[in-house]
């Protein structure tokens, strides 16, 4: 299986810009998803496939990847935004597995 | 909009077998449409997903857990259920149970918490 590492802790300013990373071979050759989790509830997916926003996820939310990085940007930052971000795709496997990310706790300061 | 609900008991004694069932409304487990997983969270730790199963029965599971895990579908329910054998402290978690479209884990349920414990 693969593994996808993350930045334990971001914080960013209100108002701000914050860049959450996620690392893994496996990202070369799979779509990458973003899930935010806050204290005591569900993950919620915020961004699938190629910055793919569900209905609901506000346009401050994007995603990008570039070799073995994929990267979730929050564009001017609000205080809701403050979660666990965990990044997830397929494993190397070729079996239709998952894999997630170590997660990213972001703190809007 | 598709639901899930997790059910089962939160807690389990070491070395017995956890049993978990997630019901599916809004959609057909057996449509073909989706892929039905399980997902589980340690007390203050990260995601893992743990397994799918597909309509007609073909399973994928996470290598690290494959010889305890078992995944399988009842159409006549309309659910899927996890069975996790010979369980230990470290399978206390939070169960989710998650539909994927084939592109993400989209629609989850609430969670369930399993205690392992004697």
């Known amino acids: 299986s693969s593994e996808l590492t993350q930045d334990p802790t971001v914080s960013v300013a209100l108002g701000q810009t914050v860049r959450i990373t996620c690392q893994g071979d496996?990202?070369?050759?799979?779509?990458v998803n973003w899930f935010q989790q806050k204290p005591g509830q569900t993950p919620l997916l915020v961004i699938y496939?190629?910055?793919h926003r569900p209905s609901g996820i506000p346009d401050r939310f994007s995603g990008s990847t570039s070799g073995n990085t994929a990267s979730l940007t929050i564009t001017g930052a609000q205080a809701e935004d403050e979660a666990d971000y965990y990044c997830?795709?397929?494993?190397?496997?070729?079996?239709?597995?998952?894999?997630f990310g170590t997660g990213t706790k972001v703190t809007v300061l | 909009q598709v639901q899930l609900q997790e059910s089962g008991p939160g807690l389990v004694k070491p070395s017995e077998t956890l049993s978990l069932n997630c019901t599916v409304s809004?959609?057909?487990?057996?449509?073909?449409?989706?892929?039905w997983n399980w997902i589980r969270q340690p007390p203050g730790k990260a995601l893992e997903w743990i397994g799918s199963?597909?309509?007609?029965?073909?399973?994928n599971y996470i290598p690290s857990l494959k010889s305890r895990v078992k995944i399988l579908i009842d159409p006549s329910k309309n659910q899927f259920s996890l069975s996790l054998s010979s369980v230990t402290a470290a399978d206390t978690a939070v169960y989710y149970c998650?539909?994927?479209?084939?592109?993400?884990?989209?629609?989850w349920g609430q969670g369930i918490l399993v205690s392992v414990s004697s």
């Open positions: 997830n795709s397929r494993d190397s496997s070729g079996n239709h597995n998952y894999v």
């Open positions: 998650a539909n994927d479209p084939g592109y993400a884990l989209y629609y």
């Open positions: 199963v597909y309509y007609g029965g073909s399973t």
């Open positions: 809004g959609a057909s487990v057996n449509s073909g449409t989706y892929y």
């Open positions: 496939g190629k910055s």
């Open positions: 496996s990202l070369r050759t799979y779509h």
